[in-house]
């Protein structure tokens, strides 16, 4: 099963990544430079890459919120699909950086 989700999130990592770079939205450079970090070191599918998943949507989801930014409904839907990926880190995935932090990638 961990093969086929960290299959899925990288797929998901690159159709997120795709749609907020076609569109014209302003102030998502920092976002889109996560995704692209990310997108990378899901190049191994290991169980290790759920915290990566978990740390990128709360990343992701603390940016949105602090800098007011909003996303169509399909990014939406792809956010939710990496969240229920990422809920498998449990605690420590949680707890261990600065949500806000783009360094942590």
């Known amino acids: ?21 076609q569109s014209e939205k302003a102030n998502f450079d920092d976002i889109k430079e ?6 990378v070191k899901l190049d ?4 290790k890459n759920i915290p990566l998943v978990n740390k990128l949507v709360n990343y992701i989801n603390f940016t949105a919120f602090t ?5 169509s409904s399909d ?4 956010m939710k699909e990496l969240s229920e990926i990422g809920k498998y880190a ?11 932090d783009k360094s942590q990638f």
């Open 44 to 47: 191994v599918s290991d169980e």
């Open 34 to 39: 996560v995704l692209l970090k990310v997108y």
């Open 67 to 71: 800098e007011k930014l909003h996303f």
């Open 1 to 21: 099963m961990e093969n086929k989700s960290m299959n899925r999130s990288k797929d998901l990592v690159h159709a997120l990544y795709n749609s907020i770079s």
């Open 90 to 100: 449990g605690l420590n995935g949680a707890y261990r950086s600065d949500y806000g």
């Open 75 to 78: 990014e939406e839907n792809i």
